[in-house]
């Protein structure tokens, strides 16, 4: 690995914050969904209003759900979707390693980490634009 790739940031990797899908706690699950499939990101953030991220769901978070929930799936689907968050996600921080922050991804097995400073979420690290920065740059 080159000096430079080990140089590099979460922050100069990350989607911005107008990038990356979020929504507030309140919000139906059906619509989480549809931002996942708007974004093509399989994670949606949850928000408080001025920023501060209360949790987040994936697409498997709900494939789970759905598998361990009895209940009908159009009942599901209008559920607050903090209802079946994770309320305490892993993160990382702007200023992280990138390459350390790709080994964390590779070891609690997710393909994006929400980026926050002092509790606010800046942004999304997805794997794929992760990965490929360290690339080009060794």
Not at 36 to 45: F, K
Not at 68 to 93: C, F, G, T, Y
Not at 112 to 134: E, R, S
Request: proline share 4%; aromatic share 2%.
């Amino acid at each position: 690995m080159s000096i430079q790739s080990k140089l590099l940031t979460v922050g100069d990797v990350m989607l911005s914050a107008e990038l990356t899908p979020q929504t507030k706690s309140t919000t139906m699950l059906k619509e989480a969904l549809e931002l996942m499939d708007q974004h093509r990101l399989g994670i949606v953030c949850i928000t408080t209003y001025d920023s501060t991220l209360e949790g987040i769901i994936t697409d498997g978070d709900i494939r789970r759900m759905l598998n361990a929930v009895q209940k009908p799936i159009a009942a599901l689907m209008s559920d607050d979707v903090i209802n079946h968050a994770v309320r305490e996600p892993k993160i990382v921080s702007s200023m992280t390693p990138l390459t350390e922050a790709i080994t964390l991804m590779g070891s609690k097995k997710v393909w994006d980490l929400p980026v926050v400073d002092k509790g606010k979420l800046l942004g999304l690290l997805h794997l794929h634009p992760a990965i490929k920065a360290v690339m080009d740059a060794s």
